[in-house]
């Protein structure tokens, strides 16, 4: 049977044996090792594989997933034949799940064919932008669409509905000037997250507090809704009835699968033969 094994995306590998837990109890004569990758045969002599004299093999930067298959060849004792024993190995890359935010809001707005309703988007965008921009984040607009809204005994009224994404951007000069959590996506983005909820609370304290009119675009309280978004890099997917030793990591998709997209899940299709496909 193979054995899975799980290494992290563009770090070194656990180490891993040629020899069964009978074999390490046993002392063998002139063992002999022999690694094969997907690529081929492996040799210390490529920086990215170490392999001991012992048959220990360590993968370094690793980002090739597949099937590794170790030959050991040994004596029990010195008149006896050699043996031979095939050990196999299934490699996975994974990586943590990115995480994003998805940001939802409405607001009264002009009549739905306005240029009035289009300079208002690209202005929010940017303030939203600014807002979180020293914190090496970015909203993307998913999108914007203007509805007529019948309201509750009134009559229609014109509602933008936004849908935007908030994510953290990789800052790897701010990262090694920094000796703190501060550093790190996940926090970043939860400063960010806060930041927005902010902005709109304030606008909703200064729309109650203006004694004239309120202006023909405004945010519409209580519509904000941000929810935590987890996506995985094309190619790979979380599945944990597949990798149970691996529930929450972006496993690479295996032959037979394939994520063409920052989703969740590899899908299936029966004609992806390599591991990691991005397109059926």
């Known amino acids: ?30 063992p002999k090792f022999q690694w094969k990758g997907p690529g081929g045969g492996l040799s210390s002599e490529n920086s990215s594989v170490e392999i001991s004299p012992t048959g220990t093999l360590i993968l370094r930067n690793f980002n090739l997933s597949g099937v590794y298959t170790c030959s050991i ?75 007529h809204v019948k309201m509750q005994r009134g009559g229609l009224q014109n509602e933008i509905f936004f849908t935007f994404s908030v994510a953290s951007l990789n800052r790897e000069k701010h990262n090694r000037l920094c000796q703190d959590n501060a550093c790190d996506a996940s926090h970043r983005l939860i400063k960010a997250k806060q930041l927005i909820e902010t902005f709109f ?10 004694s004239e009119p309120l202006p023909e675009i405004y945010y519409i309280e209580g ?30 998709c295996s032959p037979g699968s394939y994520n063409p997209s920052n989703g969740i899940h590899c899908l299936r299709c029966d004609r992806s033969l390599i591991y990691g496909a991005t397109k059926c």
Request: net charge positive; proline share 5%.
């Open 201 to 210: 609370k304030q606008q909703v304290e200064v729309s109650r507090k203006r």
């Open 223 to 252: 519509t904000l809704h941000i929810v935590q978004v987890d996506c995985c890099y094309p190619g790979y997917g979380i599945n944990a009835l597949i990798h149970p030793n691996c529930p929450e990591c972006c496993v690479v």
């Open 73 to 147: 060849f040994y004596k029990l004792a010195a008149m006896q034949p050699d043996k031979n024993l095939l050990i196999k190995y299934l490699i996975y890359a994974y990586s943590d799940p990115n995480i994003y935010y998805e940001v939802t809001a409405r607001y009264h707005a002009a009549p739905c064919n306005s240029s009035h309703n289009t300079y208002f988007e690209k202005t929010l965008l940017q303030i939203l932008n600014k807002l979180v921009g020293e914190l090496s984040c970015v909203v993307t607009l998913i999108k914007a669409e203007c509805h």
């Open 1 to 30: 049977f193979s054995v899975k094994v799980y290494v992290k995306l563009h770090h070194n590998s656990p180490r891993i044996l040629c020899l069964t837990s009978h074999l390490r109890n046993l002392e063998l004569i002139d």
